[in-house]
């Protein structure tokens, strides 16, 4: 009886040890994971975007390349916060040439826990990285804990990895190049404004206060100092913000001094695009703080022509 207990036991230990290596091997083949598209190597753009949703769906390197002649890839991603900016980042420059300036998102919301997230299910393939299980342990806890055990680095958040892993094998065996969207710019799904100034003081009944989060200021440090220690240039800038809306965000100021702090101290520029004609109208939002497609293409223009008269 112990005997067979024994095998059933290495039995089921193989084949999850054998899962996990067939999803480490898949993953790698998903040319829509950033994480994973990155490894390859054969982007080496000159100058990378990067921060959560509002740069991914606002800046189209395809409208600010003419503008400039050097090739720029998006390197940022949907409801990712600064540790996952700081990871992403470090998994592009292991296999990419260091750029020559690096654009990195951030306004008063980067710093509230109740906006963006870490998305730890984006790093289980890369345990082995120091630098990547270092972050985890300290940001996932609970997921660190189980991943001694075959296959829970991906069975742990299997809503979020399993379908990747399927498309993997869907890209290894179409012997897919490009992921859809090649240079990390992704279009606005939503294509209006759906956040009705009219019932904004209803969403933020009592306004909405701004929390600053330690571990989110810790990660923006980290994020900034790794940079720096590759000796890219890094430039700190936030978008247009759709003008009705402040009113309601009755700290951003006091926020926005402690980021130009952070920034004086790292001797950063923080360019903040505060005074454009677009942000009157909802015609160029989504939301508060995210284009519509509209928006995004105003503002790529925009953002062209300001680095071309600065010598980008």
């Not at 991914?56 to 390197?75: G, V």
């Not at 990871?87 to 990419?96: F, R, S």
């Not at 890209?171 to 019932?199: D, M």
């Not at 790292?266 to 695009?273: A, D, I, K």
Request: aromatic share 16%; glycine share 4%; hydrophobic share 35%.
């Amino acid at each position: 009886m112990l005997k067979k207990i024994a095998l059933l036991f290495i039995a089921i230990t193989a084949s999850l040890y054998g899962l996990e290596r067939l999803y480490d091997y898949l993953l790698t083949f998903n040319r829509n994971m950033k994480s994973e598209y990155v490894q390859l190597g054969t982007i080496n753009a000159d100058l990378v975007i990067h921060g959560p949703c509002e740069p991914e769906w606002q800046l189209d390197p395809a409208i600010i390349e003419p503008y400039l002649s050097k090739k720029i890839y998006n390197l940022a991603l949907n409801h990712s916060d600064f540790a996952d900016n700081y990871l992403l980042l470090h998994l592009y420059l292991k296999q990419n040439k260091k750029p020559e300036a690096l654009f990195l998102y951030v306004t008063p919301e980067s710093f509230d826990l109740r906006a963006n997230t870490f998305n730890t299910y984006r790093y289980a393939p890369f345990l082995k990285d120091p630098i990547i299980k270092e972050t985890l342990r300290d940001k996932d806890p609970s997921f660190s804990r189980w991943t001694w055990i075959p296959f829970m680095k991906y069975g742990y958040y299997g809503k979020y990895t399993n379908f990747k892993a399927i498309q993997g094998f869907k890209h290894l065996a179409s012997n897919r190049k490009l992921p859809f969207h090649p240079n990390g710019y992704t279009p606005v799904g939503n294509p209006r404004w759906n956040n009705h100034i009219e019932g904004f003081n209803n969403i933020y009944k009592e306004n909405h206060v701004f929390k600053w989060n330690a571990t989110r200021e810790k990660y923006f440090r980290k994020t900034i100092e790794y940079a720096q220690s590759k000796d890219i240039p890094l430039y700190l800038y936030e978008s247009p913000i759709l003008n009705a809306t402040l009113p309601y965000q009755v700290n951003r100021k006091e926020l926005m001094v402690k980021i130009k702090e952070i920034a004086k101290e790292y001797h950063l520029p923080f360019y903040v695009f505060d005074d454009l004609p677009m942000a009157d109208s909802t015609v160029n939002f989504i939301s508060t703080l995210n284009t519509s497609k509209v928006g995004s293409d105003k503002f790529s223009h925009y953002f062209g022509r300001f680095l071309k008269e600065r010598g980008f």
